[in-house]
């Protein structure tokens, strides 16, 4: 189990672990790069391969005698729920994704209050300078406490400064996590469109 862009390995306990042990499953809770306790103690920032972070994790219960290897789940909350889908592409020993209360595609949340259309404000965070949506940004963390809050610990998980290489990069990459080919948020938009 892991969470996803604020929560901690700790309150998992109360999020599914302890349910899962008192049902004679083995739960293991870990945080992976950009969540608090790793960003904290050891500097890790987010990082957007997550496969490869979950890969370490699903390795070590396969240590230990008491687990069955066949039935290894990952599942993933909040953002995290978006994080789990690559190991069910990439990583194919998990017997079972759960991605609970994933964003589908964290981009758009991303570039909402930038203004025209999805390309142009994709467009915009991508260039080298925008001093104008620097600004916007600035505004808005000024006048609405939670998006500073959303802000400033984005750019602190994820090591990027300002706001707009945030968006950038956190947009770009849940997207391109939910819909590379093999991801299951791919395989679901391609059965809601058919």
């Known amino acids: 189990m892991h969470n996803g862009f604020d929560g901690t390995a700790e309150e998992l306990h109360f999020l599914g672990a302890m349910a899962g042990a008192e049902r004679g499953y083995n739960v293991l809770a870990c945080d992976g790069p950009g969540m608090p306790g790793p960003r904290h103690h050891q500097g890790l920032v987010f990082r957007p391969d997550w496969a490869n972070v979950i890969t370490p994790v699903v390795d070590f219960p396969e240590t230990l005698p008491e687990v069955d290897d066949s039935r290894i789940a990952v599942m993933g909350l909040s953002m995290g729920g978006v994080l789990a889908s690559p190991p069910a592409a990439f990583e194919h020993r998990p017997a079972a994704l759960i991605a609970g209360d994933g964003l589908y595609d964290f981009g758009q949340t991303a570039v909402r209050d930038i203004g025209g259309t999805r390309e142009e404000a994709e467009r915009l965070l991508r260039v080298e300078s ?22 400033d ?20 990459v849940l997207r391109a996590l939910t819909t590379a080919p093999g991801t299951p948020g791919r395989q679901c938009r391609k059965a809601v469109s058919s």
């Open 130 to 151: 925008a001093p104008e949506l620097d600004a916007a940004f600035e505004q808005a963390m000024t006048k609405d406490p939670i998006a500073r809050w959303a802000i």
């Open 153 to 172: 610990h984005g750019m602190y998980v994820t090591g990027v400064d300002p706001p707009r290489r945030l968006h950038r990069m956190v947009g770009q």
